[in-house]
């Protein structure tokens, strides 16, 4: 094999993201909660950015936002200025000195004013505890032998967030465990069985039930033969069955049912939930009554105004400062400016894209969620003039508040069918009517899949398919016809 060098050509097309463009598109992605920790994270870190103080009520009051195009964000970096994107951690002494002597430029907090962060620190909420913390203090109260207690922390240990026992008691013991025995195992599960939230340590939903029945201070004895004896018959709402069985009436079982709808069938939940997400509307739709239309506004007013320190950037044009110094500044101020041109330019982009939603889905924000229109996203692409990237960066996590609730600004762009008279439906315009179908239906003779969907046909909701009504209803979480039956 001859192995040998060759220089070659090639003519190629590469498109590189300049950095200014690179933040601009996480900056719009941002929810405004996120975009408020951004902001806040920027004025930490850059000395030259700072917030803009208002002069007068009037200048305090938000103002509404005006549609601007886009400004071109391609601008080309030359390489050998990356580097400069590489902020300096510490000025020079010299520097520093410097500083001392002018004084700080940001605002100081004034004397006797409480510390923002001390107060933010102390009105946050400490972490909640955890199932297994929970447990593991309860258990450290319980008496009882040496190698049951062993084995009652591993049994914590092995049980999971919904507050059951996830592997089976053969598991965790062998032959070679000599710190505790099988029966210990057995006992110890017993005790852990009797700490709270009650149900805890079950190894399945019928042990669970069982537990918190056993445990309740009402007699539920039928309720417990019930549930130890006819399970599978009750989870397949075999109720007829279950009456002949149990020489009892129907009405009997269903007022069991009921009570037995107080139980937890995650009792683990109780302790440590996981906490949602808060949200906060990013735009406002509301009903104007002068224009007899819909206005559009942005929920930004928490939002501070940005702007360059005038010290700082007159500071850059002297001639005394050392060029270390120099390059700090330069740094810092092409920082700030990009991130006060990326906000603007996301109020923009964010405010015209749900005004062109607003414009295509007026029939939903007046009459509701059965006349949500199919929208693909490459429309509002088209009539705000952008990529259909930016209109999905722009939607991505944002919500939208009007008469029918807080909702997904995503939720608006979805595709869907026609009907004989050309009428859009949307898939959420559909799932909405098929819930409104099972709510109005007979229980005692729910509809099939197949019924619903020729109820949706009645609605001119046609050429929808039997697996599709079904695929629709597991989405909603509705269970099959027989299941929903009432006796």
Same mark, same amino acid.
């Given at each position: 094999m001859k192995l040998e060098m060759r220089g070659q050509m090639r003519l190629e097309q590469k498109m590189k993201l300049a950095p200014r463009m690179i933040q601009s598109m996480e900056i719009l992605?941002?929810?405004?909660? *996120?975009?408020?920790?951004?902001?806040?994270?920027?004025?930490?870190s850059n000395p030259v950015l700072e917030v803009e103080e208002p002069t007068s009520p009037e200048d305090a009051e938000p103002q509404p936002q005006k549609d601007t195009s886009e400004e071109d964000s391609t601008a080309e970096i030359d390489s050998e200025k990356i580097e400069d994107f590489e902020r300096i951690a510490n000025l020079n002494d010299e520097y520093k000195d410097y500083m001392e002597q002018a004084g700080s430029f940001r605002r100081s907090t004034q004397t006797?004013? $409480?510390?923002?962060?001390?107060?933010?620190?102390?009105?946050?909420? *400490?972490?909640?505890?955890?199932?297994?913390?929970?447990?593991?203090?309860?258990?450290?109260?319980?008496?009882?032998?040496?190698?049951?207690? #062993?084995?009652?922390?591993?049994?914590?240990?092995?049980?999971?967030?919904?507050?059951?026992?996830?592997?089976?008691?053969?598991? &965790?013991?062998?032959?070679?465990?000599?710190?505790?025995?099988?029966?210990?195992?057995?006992?110890? %599960?017993?005790?852990?069985?009797? %700490?709270?939230?009650?149900?805890?340590? *079950?190894?399945d939903l019928k042990e669970c039930l069982l537990i918190q029945m056993a445990q309740s201070s009402d007699d539920m004895s039928f309720e417990s033969r019930l549930i130890a004896e006819h399970m599978d018959e009750f989870l397949e709402n075999r109720l007829p069955d279950i009456a002949k069985k149990m020489n009892c009436s129907i009405e009997q079982i269903n007022r069991a049912v009921e009570r037995m709808s107080k139980l937890d069938t995650?009792?683990?939940?109780?302790?440590?939930?996981?906490?949602?997400?808060?949200?906060?509307?990013?735009?406002?739709? !509301?009903?104007?009554?002068?224009?007899?239309?819909?206005?559009?506004? &942005?929920?930004?007013?928490?939002?501070?105004?940005?702007?360059?320190?005038?010290q700082y950037a007159e500071m850059l044009k002297k001639n005394e400062v050392n060029e270390k110094t120099r390059d700090f500044?330069?740094?810092? %101020?092409?920082?700030?400016?990009?991130?006060?041109?990326?906000?603007?330019?996301?109020?923009?982009?964010?405010?015209?894209?749900?005004?062109?939603?607003? #414009?295509?889905?007026?029939?939903?924000? !007046?009459?509701? $969620?059965?006349?949500?229109?199919?929208?693909?996203?490459?429309?509002? *692409?088209d009539e705000v003039g952008v990529h259909l990237a930016t209109v999905s960066r722009a939607v991505a996590g944002k919500y939208i508040q009007c008469y029918w609730g807080l909702l997904p600004l995503r939720k608006f762009f979805s595709g869907g069918t026609e009907d004989d008279a050309g009428r859009g439906h949307s898939w959420e315009a559909i799932r909405a009517e098929l819930q409104k179908i099972i709510d109005a239906e007979d229980k005692t003779k729910p509809l099939s899949d197949d019924q619903i969907r020729k109820k949706l046909a009645e609605v001119s909701i046609k050429d929808i398919a039997r697996r599709t009504v079904a695929k629709y209803r597991k989405l909603l979480s509705i269970p099959a016809a027989r299941f929903r039956k009432k006796y």
């Amino acid at each position: 094999m001859k192995l040998e060098m060759r220089g070659q050509m090639r003519l190629e097309q590469k498109m590189k993201l300049a950095p200014r463009m690179i933040q601009s598109m996480e900056i719009l992605q941002l929810s405004i909660l *996120a975009l408020q920790e951004k902001i806040e994270q920027e004025l930490n870190s850059n000395p030259v950015l700072e917030v803009e103080e208002p002069t007068s009520p009037e200048d305090a009051e938000p103002q509404p936002q005006k549609d601007t195009s886009e400004e071109d964000s391609t601008a080309e970096i030359d390489s050998e200025k990356i580097e400069d994107f590489e902020r300096i951690a510490n000025l020079n002494d010299e520097y520093k000195d410097y500083m001392e002597q002018a004084g700080s430029f940001r605002r100081s907090t004034q004397t006797g004013e $409480p510390d923002k962060k001390l107060e933010a620190i102390k009105n946050t909420a *400490a972490p909640s505890q955890s199932l297994h913390e929970y447990l593991i203090e309860q258990w450290g109260l319980v008496e009882a032998e040496e190698t049951v207690k #062993k084995a009652g922390s591993m049994i914590i240990d092995y049980i999971d967030d919904r507050g059951y026992l996830s592997v089976r008691l053969e598991q &965790l013991h062998n032959k070679d465990r000599t710190d505790f025995s099988f029966d210990d195992l057995k006992r110890a %599960l017993e005790l852990v069985q009797n %700490l709270e939230p009650t149900g805890i340590g *079950a190894r399945d939903l019928k042990e669970c039930l069982l537990i918190q029945m056993a445990q309740s201070s009402d007699d539920m004895s039928f309720e417990s033969r019930l549930i130890a004896e006819h399970m599978d018959e009750f989870l397949e709402n075999r109720l007829p069955d279950i009456a002949k069985k149990m020489n009892c009436s129907i009405e009997q079982i269903n007022r069991a049912v009921e009570r037995m709808s107080k139980l937890d069938t995650s009792p683990g939940l109780q302790i440590g939930q996981y906490r949602n997400h808060p949200v906060k509307a990013d735009v406002v739709v !509301e009903f104007s009554e002068d224009s007899k239309d819909y206005s559009v506004w &942005l929920a930004d007013s928490n939002l501070p105004a940005l702007r360059i320190n005038n010290q700082y950037a007159e500071m850059l044009k002297k001639n005394e400062v050392n060029e270390k110094t120099r390059d700090f500044l330069q740094n810092n %101020l092409r920082s700030a400016q990009w991130l006060i041109d990326a906000i603007e330019q996301r109020k923009s982009t964010l405010l015209r894209v749900s005004k062109a939603v607003v #414009k295509y889905q007026k029939e939903f924000f !007046e009459k509701g $969620p059965l006349y949500l229109q199919p929208l693909p996203m490459s429309k509002i *692409a088209d009539e705000v003039g952008v990529h259909l990237a930016t209109v999905s960066r722009a939607v991505a996590g944002k919500y939208i508040q009007c008469y029918w609730g807080l909702l997904p600004l995503r939720k608006f762009f979805s595709g869907g069918t026609e009907d004989d008279a050309g009428r859009g439906h949307s898939w959420e315009a559909i799932r909405a009517e098929l819930q409104k179908i099972i709510d109005a239906e007979d229980k005692t003779k729910p509809l099939s899949d197949d019924q619903i969907r020729k109820k949706l046909a009645e609605v001119s909701i046609k050429d929808i398919a039997r697996r599709t009504v079904a695929k629709y209803r597991k989405l909603l979480s509705i269970p099959a016809a027989r299941f929903r039956k009432k006796y």
